[in-house]
């Protein structure tokens, strides 16, 4: 099996820091917090998924993505609407990516006075795949995607000969030996605050988001044959972390495939 291609896959985990910049606290899940004067409560999601079946994120109603699924259950719950609900994402992932703690919000007419209830009934709506891991209620100024204070995206690549069985979906195969020491290198060049135009891939929906992102950290961890890139940053462009990763992966693939 040839893997000497940038052509990676989507990134097989992502995480959203459930922090905020703007120290955005949480209240307790028992509050009554309003959205705004004409009425309205937020509420917080920490969602874990395995993405294996779905078609990413964003909505859409066939193949099923994780916000369809989602928002079917919460409609079922609240009888609203699906345009009431609001329900956002901190982003949005691309098929077959997973997730452990992809945070989203929604907004409701009324409160919940508790979310106990609610929260098990969700996870007992939902597919085995999905788990809502926490819920609780959220301030007005709270946003799943602008609140979050970084980012986390890892991918893993299997290094072998051949391919663990187990590890199918949760990794890419490369049958060429990776040089870890070379890719960790290259990663530091990263780190830093600079304009990352050149490794996002053009989105008619986003417009020209500022270029300008901040990478905190982007780790090279072997562990045996299982190679994990891990980037932090403060957000990303389209793409632009599987671009990133695409080149530190050619960087020794191309070479030790010659």
Known sequence: MSCATPALPPSLFTNGSLSSPQSVSMTSSNSLVKVSDSGGYKWRLVIAYDGTKFAGWQYQESPPTIQSVLEKALIHITKLERKELHLVGAGR?????????????????????SLDSIHAALNGLLPKD??????????PEFHARFSASSKIYRYQIYNDTFMDPFQRHWAFHCAYKLNASKMREAAKLFVGKYDFSAFANATREDGVPDPLKTIYRFDVIQMGSLLQLEVEGSGFLYRQVRNMVSSLFSLTAFNTAK
């Open 93 to 113: 992932t691309d098929a077959g990516v997973h997730a452990w703690g992809q945070v989203a919000h929604f907004v409701t007419p009324i409160n919940y006075t």
């Open 130 to 139: 999905i788990r809502v891991r926490e819920m609780s209620a959220a301030v």
